[in-house]
């Protein structure tokens, strides 16, 4: 069996910001699902194991960017349950000079290390990787495949993120999740009750996930956006954000990465001070994983002279 069905464990969170508040906030931790195929990508990627396993497939192909979370854990599972695993990386420039790149890329160092080969192709090329011409050269190049799209979304991964909440997470009145490509907020809306709202905290900028997301509901309309905290669009990060992050985890010992979770977190905290939630509401916030992303941040803040994520 791939990936067995686990429970994650829930923390209720006590920060100062909104401890004068009559809202009690809660953590699913996701994150602790598994030391490297963390969170959702977890979720995402077991039955699209299952799947490629029954078509007898035994290379998995993939899409995705020289930090993504995603590249990182598809790695670790084709590692881990025998299968070879190619991923297709946006930017061409980084294969030139290979060996410096991985030991300057935390991400790509690290799927590498777990078998991973590249193929790197312009940023040009790489908006067409949904394309059949696309495919169909990958196809010549690879051989057979079992193609995961890029963030890991489909009907397999939403299946998936089904079995983030149980029986026991029916006693919050809102579930927060943030949202890269909509397949896990997806799975959550299809699992709770009608009673339960849930908000989705975009990563990226722009009005695409409505759709997205509204081909995988089943029929639950419980579900809103807010795109209020995306800070400029993936992977923009400001200093606001990071004193935020890093004050988190010194109260409570939670570590959120600076993409997804820390903003989605930012966004529930500055909604709960400004009294958006009704008094008595229990909010429970999907911890999505992540983590591994925080070397490559903090590269990429000490070049910009800004304080790194702890």
Not at 20 to 37: Q, Y
Request: charged fraction near 20%; glycine fraction near 8%.
């Amino acid at each position: 069996m791939f990936l067995e069905n686990k429970n994650s464990i829930v923390q209720q969170i006590s920060f100062s910001e909104i401890s004068d508040k009559d809202v009690t906030l809660f953590i699913k931790r996701e994150d602790k699902l598994h030391p490297f195929i963390s969170g959702n990508k977890y979720r995402k990627l077991k039955y699209n194991l299952e799947e490629a396993a029954k078509q007898n497939h035994h290379t998995l192909v993939t899409f995705g960017g020289a930090y993504s979370n995603h590249i990182a854990a598809a790695a670790a599972a084709g590692f881990e349950h025998n299968f070879k695993t190619i991923g297709v990386i946006r930017g061409d420039e980084l294969a030139h000079n290979l060996e410096t790149v991985l030991q300057q890329n935390p991400t790509l160092k690290f799927a590498a290390a777990h078998g991973m080969k590249f193929h790197f192709v312009s940023r040009s090329a790489y908006r067409d990787k949904t394309s059949e011409a696309f495919i169909s050269t990958l196809k010549e190049q690879f051989g057979d495949f079992y193609l995961v799209p890029e963030g890991g979304t489909n009907k397999f991964a939403v299946k998936g993120c089904e079995e983030i909440l149980n029986d026991e997470d029916k006693i919050y009145n809102v579930i927060c999740s943030a949202i890269g490509t909509g397949g896990t907020i997806s799975g959550i809306i299809n699992s709770t009750n009608n009673n339960q709202k849930v908000i989705g905290f975009p990563a990226l900028k722009g009005d695409f996930l409505q759709h997205e997301i509204n081909k995988y509901v089943l029929k639950n309309k419980n579900w809103s956006l807010n795109t209020n905290y995306n800070f400029g669009g993936y992977a923009k990060i400001s200093e606001e954000l990071i004193t935020f992050i890093n004050n988190f985890k010194t109260e409570t010992g939670i570590p959120l990465d600076p993409v997804y979770t820390g903003k989605m977190l930012f966004g529930i905290v500055d909604l709960i001070k400004n009294n958006y939630f009704e008094k008595g509401t229990k909010i429970l916030a999907i911890h999505t994983g992540g983590l591994q992303g925080i070397d490559g941040m903090n590269l990429i803040l000490k070049k910009k002279n800004l304080p790194k994520i702890i």
